[in-house]
């Protein structure tokens, strides 16, 4: 059983204001992903990690940041959210290198509204 | 660019039909190969994979997949559905920057 979890689960939320959405896996992975998922479409890749202090942008732009000050705890905050930032928001962490399967595990995602 | 793409978006069975889902990705070098399932309220997890040896993968709860490595495909197959098996279904394959790409998924609904 995936050890990763996500709060909230839902957020309604108006214009302009700042949320954090909290990620935390008790696996001891490096590696740590978020991704933005729409209905009906693809998992784009917004931000990931490969370890403590590292933090990079993925392939979808996006205007959240991300930090990564403990390996268990990857949060991405929006500044000010717009209604363009409602999605699902799904955080997710793989196994370390030489433990062989780069199998990404999920949390069960953020729904986020912005009003 | 990378991309995987998953031929049919929504799909309607009745219970013990045969399922094939199509995944077709466009990356030519090494590939790991990944399908995920998402039944409804849960989380995305794993179904099977592919990494090397036997292209002919068994998964979780009696799926399978084959990859095709000269058509660049990666079709996951089920000989007879469940109405348990009502789910969205994700094909994914990990290129050589260590980046999971995802297709659109697939809307599995088993009719009882």
């Known amino acids: 059983e995936a050890d990763i979890y996500q709060t909230p689960r839902y957020l309604v939320i108006g214009t302009g204001k700042k949320i954090t959405l909290e990620c935390s896996q008790t696996?001891?992975?490096?590696?740590m992903y978020w991704y933005q998922q729409d209905p009906g479409m693809e998992l784009h890749l917004i931000h990931y990690?490969?370890?403590?202090?590292?933090?990079e942008k993925g392939d979808l732009s996006s205007e959240s940041t991300v930090s990564r000050i403990r390996t268990e705890h990857f949060p991405l905050t929006l500044e000010s959210a717009r209604p363009s930032h409602t999605s699902q928001y799904l955080c997710?962490?793989?196994?370390?290198?030489?433990?062989?399967?780069?199998?990404?595990?999920f949390g069960p995602g953020t729904r986020l509204t912005v009003t | 660019a990378q991309s995987v793409s998953q031929h049919n978006h929504h799909v309607i069975l009745s219970e013990a039909a045969s399922l094939e889902l199509g995944c077709n990705y466009s990356?030519?070098?090494?590939?790991?190969l990944f399908w995920y399932v998402q039944y409804p309220g849960q989380h995305l997890q794993l179904l099977l994979k592919?990494?090397?040896?036997?292209?002919l993968v068994k998964g979780i709860k009696g799926f399978e997949a084959e990859f095709i490595k000269s058509k660049f495909s990666f079709n996951l197959r089920k000989p007879s559905v469940q109405w348990s098996d009502t789910a969205e279904y994700f094909c994914?394959?990990?290129?050589?920057?260590?980046?999971?790409?995802f297709g659109k998924g697939t809307r599995l609904h088993i009719l009882p």
């Open positions: 696996m001891g992975h490096d590696k």
């Open positions: 997710a962490s793989s196994e370390n290198p030489g433990q062989g399967t780069y199998e990404q595990y």
């Open positions: 990690s490969y370890g403590v202090n590292s933090t």
């Open positions: 994914a394959v990990r290129n050589r920057d260590d980046k999971i790409i």
């Open positions: 990356y030519g070098g090494t590939v790991n």
């Open positions: 592919y990494f090397s040896g036997d292209p």
